[in-house]
């Protein structure tokens, strides 16, 4: 048995496509072996070979073009292209396999004889591998010259009809770029989550009136298997491939759930690469009601998928790292992660995980990261997303909410969720414990109306069925969908869902109903429904019998969305900063999240093998909340940016989308942030940096940002050398050795200032490049709390391609250890604003000296 388990997880890890070295495979008595990833010294393939194959091929693939096409493409050839074009991927793909034998040997020689199973070969953005070892074996590996590193594997979990209208897409940046039918066209998105459904409309390339290009600089395959057959991919969705050695060798891979392909199983996949890229204008039908068109943020944007979540499980760094090694080395331009870590990477600094580390190397190739902030809010310190060279997402509401209510027959109006229709006029209400017939079985939990069977239908039929709705909901034991079904079958007008005291703080989805329907999301409410029921009810004192249900009541319906003034807000659940640095929690000089984005009831494409939400099972699109969602809203926004402005560095994107943020809700007050789980919207205070970073992202301004802040990747590299002990860590990732050159986190050139701890006064620089014409710009500034600042100069002249030197001086006035914020704004005469948060924590002002 097995043998024969071990020979089945040989087959399917080489199905996978992966190199597979089984020197002997493992069995039961190797409890102790887990999944390690190793990082060797020699450099990987993009550093090698980076420059030499990019630039020449590039030329080289131009030139050769050039004679069809004029001169067009001649202007493209001074823009530093992160490629790899296909005249040097036969070399590449031989040095891939050389340093995977290079692998494989170590491996013999360091492990002779025992008995291990290599996962993965990485050789494009780090060299190294991932293997099932037992600690003694990782140990012996760690102790060879040639290895640099050896980290434990570790799991990670997943964190629209309208939002382009309420980004005001359609007359802004769309128009901009030559409207909808061109948005983002050329641009690779790389998505890394649960796959996709390749047959849903928001990804067909059938679109007669423009044919997609097929994206030149892009080298990515598409697998075929029996789940994601041949013709899947076109040029709309141009890449999809599946990572899934580390969880197929933890034995909790679920072929049935998880499918061993790309395909989608869960849905989030599905809905978030829509939200960055679906196609414009297709049709929202759920449960029967027409609720608009669905349209990416860049619906002309190309999809590559890199599948490394499920269903069952979530997902590991080791396919996760995978996946973003294949994508850069496939050509994407943006690659977009609405996932992120179980827990806090130990060690010297959060940046030294091999997430992050391998996304260093991504941005190294000039691929813009996206990455949810994480659903871990709302108390300080929660984000999970840590690095500077990460752009990181939190979550807000939109203006759109569809909600509908319940009116008694005592005139009181009680507010509900349900996508449903509503009833024509006041309907008679009957408990479901009140409808019981003689058969039923007496358990406690009949009310929920799971069985039809237990119910007399002459009771029901023609009238509204009181249904309670408790934690079993929450966790998925009963369904409002099986409650419908109930009501259907007693011939129901129907349904209203009563909340069971005990479900606190839980965010009801908005459910499609194809009856009329409504939960009451409150429990309050619930009790002042329940109220007027038995006072209404006429029951025998004696044998409690009901001679008559007396309470009536009229359901308006909630499938017309309601346009609400003050948003956006930050959502209860978004990850906050401040940015840990280490897993002591002392705050980095980073501003984490950088940017919110609509994450909250959002309408998106949704897999037909969907089953991540029992509402939206079987159909076409769901309405979601999350970072989850906030994240490929940006990622499609940058592909706007980057076919706009194709030379800005992934640093330069960054800057763009949050030097023109805004601070306001559309109502023109200040943008406010949920404070807490139970009545987010009763505990809301004004938004801090550390709840919505920058602030709301503004696209048509980002497209036109006017300065920018610049990073490279070697100002990254010379902060993480500048952390206390990291040497050691820097080499063992990046193969680089820390030199001389070394900067302060606050040096690091970001479109923010974060000082975790202001001693007396400190001095910070910041860089500005204009990108736009000859333009003045006046400076002004508000101080945080409990600290003075002085910025020079006072206003500046700048012309195109010149960059200006920001010197801010900041001196604490008072001891004090809660955070403070700040801004500076420069405000330039031909229009272009930009913001720059300043978030102080501790200031010292004079020392306490009780010597």
């Not at 994206?215 to 057959?229: A, K, L, Y």
């Not at 891979?253 to 989030?268: I, L, M, W």
């Not at 009563?498 to 009801?508: A, L």
């Not at 479109?751 to 204009?770: D, M, W």
Request: hydrophobic share 40%; glycine share 8%; with cysteine.
């Amino acid at each position: 048995m097995e043998k024969d388990f071990s020979f089945k997880l040989f087959l399917v890890v080489l199905f996978l496509g992966v190199f597979v070295n089984c020197g002997l495979c493992l069995e039961d008595e190797d409890l102790d072996a887990a999944v390690y990833i190793v990082t060797l010294k020699q450099a990987p393939v993009s550093h090698l070979y980076g420059e030499e194959l990019r630039v020449k091929g590039h030329h080289h693939h131009h030139h050769h073009h050039s004679k069809n096409h004029g001169s067009g493409n001649v202007s493209r050839l001074d823009k530093p292209s992160f490629i790899l074009i296909s005249n040097t991927s036969h070399k590449h793909a031989h040095i891939a396999s050389s340093i995977s034998r290079t692998h494989d040997s170590l491996l013999r020689k360091v492990l002779r004889g025992e008995k291990y199973l290599k996962l993965y070969s990485y050789h494009y953005l780090m060299n190294g591998f991932a293997v099932l070892v037992t600690p003694q074996q990782a140990f012996k590996l760690a102790n060879r010259r040639e290895v640099s590193n050896v980290a434990l594997d570790f799991s990670v979990r997943t964190a629209t009809t309208h939002t382009p209208q309420f980004l005001g897409l359609p007359l802004g940046a769309w128009a901009q770029e030559g409207g909808y039918e061109t948005a983002g066209e050329g641009i690779v998105i790389g998505f890394i989550d649960t796959g996709i459904d390749p047959t849903h409309p928001s990804f067909s390339d059938n679109t007669p009136e423009r044919h997609y290009p097929v994206p030149q600089h892009f080298s990515g395959i598409c697998e075929v298997t029996r789940d994601f057959p041949s013709g899947s991919c076109n040029r709309k969705l141009v890449g999809a491939r599946h990572f899934a050695a580390s969880a197929i060798t933890r034995g909790i891979f679920n072929t049935t759930q998880d499918y061993a392909s790309p395909f989608d199983g869960d849905g989030h996949g599905t809905h978030t690469a829509s939200i960055a890229a679906g196609n414009h204008g297709i049709r929202v039908v759920v449960a029967g009601h027409h609720f608009g068109d669905a349209s990416g943020m860049a619906p002309r944007a190309h999809v590559a998928v890199y599948k490394a979540l499920y269903k069952s499980f979530g997902g590991f760094a080791a396919d996760v790292v995978a996946a973003i090694d294949q994508a850069a080395q496939d050509g994407v331009d943006i690659i977009n992660l609405s996932i992120t870590p179980n827990r806090r990477p130990p060690g010297v600094a959060t940046f030294f995980n091999p997430i992050d580390m391998a996304l260093l190397s991504a941005v190294k190739a000039g691929i813009f990261v996206v990455q949810a902030a994480g659903n871990s809010g709302p108390s300080p310190k929660s984000i999970s997303s840590f690095s500077p060279w990460i752009f990181t997402v939190g979550a807000s509401t939109h203006d759109r909410v569809y909600s509908n209510s319940i009116v008694l027959g005592n005139n009181i109006t009680i507010p509900g969720v349900g996508l449903a229709p509503g009833t024509d006029s006041m309907y008679t209400l009957v408990m479901a414990s009140h409808a019981l017939n003689d058969t039923a079985a007496n358990d406690m939990y009949v009310g929920e109306c799971q069985d039809a069977s237990s119910f007399n239908q002459t009771l029901v039929q023609g009238n509204l069925l009181v249904c309670s709705y408790s934690v079993r909901f929450v966790l998925g034991l009963s369904t409002i969908k099986q409650a419908l079904e109930t009501a259907k079958n007693l011939r129901a007008v129907g349904v209203v869902f009563c909340m069971d005291p005990f479900v606190i703080g839980f965010q009801i989805n908005p459910t499609p109903m194809r009856l009329p329907g409504i939960i009451i999301p409150s429990a309050n409410d619930s009790k002042i429904l329940l109220q007027y029921y038995n006072s209404s009810l006429d029951q025998d004192a004696v044998t409690k019998k009901i001679r008559r249900f007396g309470a009536v009541a009229c359901i308006s319906g909630g499938l017309k969305a309601n346009f609400s003034l003050s948003a956006p807000s930050v959502m209860f659940y978004s990850a906050r900063g401040p940015d840990p640095e280490d897993s002591f929690l002392n705050d980095a000089d980073i501003l984490k999240p950088n940017l919110v984005a609509p994450g909250n009831s959002i309408w998106a494409a949704w897999s037909s093998g969907g089953m991540d939400s029992v509402e939206f099972e079987g159909e076409d699109f769901a309405m979601m909340s999350g970072t989850s969602m906030a994240a490929p809203h940006v990622a499609g926004l940058a592909a706007l940016i980057k076919q706009k402005i194709p030379n800005l560095s992934t640093a330069a994107i960054g800057s763009a989308l949050s030097t023109t943020a805004s601070l306001y809700n559309n109502n023109g007050g200040p943008i406010l942030a949920q404070r807490s789980y139970a009545n987010p919207d009763s505990n809301q205070s004004p938004a801090t940096p550390f709840d919505m970073g920058s602030g709301f992202v503004n696209a048509t301004a980002a497209l036109d940002p006017g300065l920018i802040f610049d990073t490279s990747y070697s100002d990254y590299m010379s902060f993480l050398c500048g952390i206390n002990g990291s040497a050691p860590m820097v080499l063992n990732y990046t193969g680089e050795s820390c030199g001389e050159s070394t900067m302060n986190v606050t040096e690091l050139n970001l479109p923010s200032i974060t000082i975790s701890r202001l001693n007396q006064s400190r001095t910070v620089q910041r860089t500005l490049i204009n990108i736009a014409g000859n333009e003045t710009y006046a400076v002004g500034w508000s101080a945080p709390y409990g600290a003075s600042i002085k910025v020079t100069p006072a206003r500046f002249f700048i012309v195109w391609g010149q960059q200006q030197v920001l010197n801010v001086v900041f001196n604490a006035t008072m001891n004090n250890s809660s955070p403070s914020f700040g801004r500076i704004g420069l405000f330039g005469d031909q229009g272009h604003v930009i913001n720059i948060p300043l978030s102080v924590i501790v200031k010292i002002a004079y020392n306490t000296t009780n010597s």
